[in-house]
C-alpha cells in the first residue's frame, strides 16, 4: 500500500505546492491516485490555515476529496489540532462526514478515549507510534491493539544516516514479528499486535525509511506532510510526484521517462 500525506501541518512557508483549502487536497488527491497512491492522509484546516477537527472543516475537504477520488480517506487527530482529550473526543463524535480512518498518536494523552471514539463511529485507527516516544509500550498494554485497521509506525529521525537505524529499532520495540514477504504487496511483512505496519520516515530520513519498507514488504507513504524532496535533493513540485517517485524507490514501478 502507497499511502499519500498531502500536507501536514506544513505552512505558507513550505510553498505553494502544499495543498491546504478543500479544492486544493481534492486536486493534489486525485493527482496522487493517478500516480499510483492507494490511500490519502490529509490534515483539514481552517481559512487561516490551522488543522483542526470541526465538522465544519473535516466533511468539506471529505466531500471535496471523495468527488475526485475513490481511495481511503483518512485525517489526523493530533492532539495540537484540540489539546484537550475531552475535547477532542467531542468533536470526532460531532462529525457528520466521516473518515475511513484516522491517525491517534498513541505517546499523546487521551489516546485510548479517542481511539474508542473513532471505532464506536466505525471508523479505522491507525496507531501512530512515533520512535522516542513511549507509544509502544502504551500500544501494547492497550486492549484497543488488536482492533486497530495498522500501525503507523513514524520515525521522527530526521537524518538521512541515522533514520534506518532507528526505523529497525522502533519496529523491535512493536515486537513486529516477520511474516510472508511480498514486495510490493505491503501486507505480508513484520506484522505488531496481529496487525499490519505501516512505516514511514519525515524529512531527511523519509527516503531511506521508505526503501527499508520496500525491501520488508510493508505499507509505507510519502507526501508534503514527511518530505519537500525527491531522493536527489531537488524540491518535489507535487504530491504525485513524490509517489510516483516513491513507488519507483519502493520497488513497484519503472521511472517514467
Given at each position: 500500500m502507497m499511502q499519500a500525506?498531502?500536507?501536514?501541518t506544513r505552512g505558507a512557508g513550505d510553498g505553494a505546492v502544499v495543498p491546504r483549502t478543500p479544492a486544493e487536497l481534492a486536486e493534489?488527491?486525485?493527482?496522487?491516485v493517478a500516480a499510483g497512491?492507494?490511500?490519502l492522509h490529509v490534515h483539514p484546516r481552517t481559512p487561516c490555515g490551522h488543522d483542526s477537527l470541526s465538522p465544519r472543516v473535516v466533511g468539506p475537504a471529505l466531500e471535496a476529496i471523495r468527488a475526485r477520488v475513490a481511495v481511503p480517506v483518512g485525517v489526523t487527530t493530533g492532539a495540537w489540532a484540540e489539546p484537550e482529550p475531552a475535547a477532542r473526543v467531542a468533536r470526532i463524535r460531532s462529525w457528520t462526514v466521516l473518515p475511513d480512518h484516522a491517525s491517534v498518536n498513541w505517546h499523546e494523552p487521551g489516546a485510548e478515549e479517542v481511539a474508542a471514539a473513532l471505532l464506536g463511529l466505525g471508523v479505522g485507527v491507525e496507531a501512530g507510534v512515533w520512535s522516542g516516544t513511549d507509544g509502544a509500550a502504551r500500544l501494547a498494554r492497550s486492549p484497543l491493539a488488536p482492533k486497530v485497521l495498522r500501525v503507523l509506525a513514524e520515525v521522527m529521525d530526521p537524518d538521512p544516516g541515522t533514520a534506518e537505524d532507528t526505523a529497525k529499532a522502533l519496529l523491535?520495540?512493536?515486537g513486529a514479528s516477520p511474516g510472508h514477504t511480498r514486495p510490493g504487496d505491503g501486507t505480508g511483512g513484520p506484522r505488531a499486535h496481529g496487525r499490519p505496519v505501516l512505516l514511514h520516515g519525515e524529512d531527511g530520513g523519509a527516503w531511506p525509511v521508505l526503501r527499508l519498507a520496500g525491501r520488508l514488504g510493508l505499507a509505507t507513504r510519502i507526501g508534503l506532510e514527511d518530505t519537500l524532496l525527491l531522493p536527489d535533493g531537488r524540491p518535489a513540485d507535487s504530491n504525485a510526484q513524490l509517489v510516483e517517485e516513491a513507488l519507483y524507490q519502493y520497488g513497484c514501478a519503472q521511472r517514467s521517462s
Open positions: 500525506c498531502l500536507n501536514g493534489a488527491a486525485e493527482r496522487a497512491a492507494t490511500d523491535a520495540e512493536l
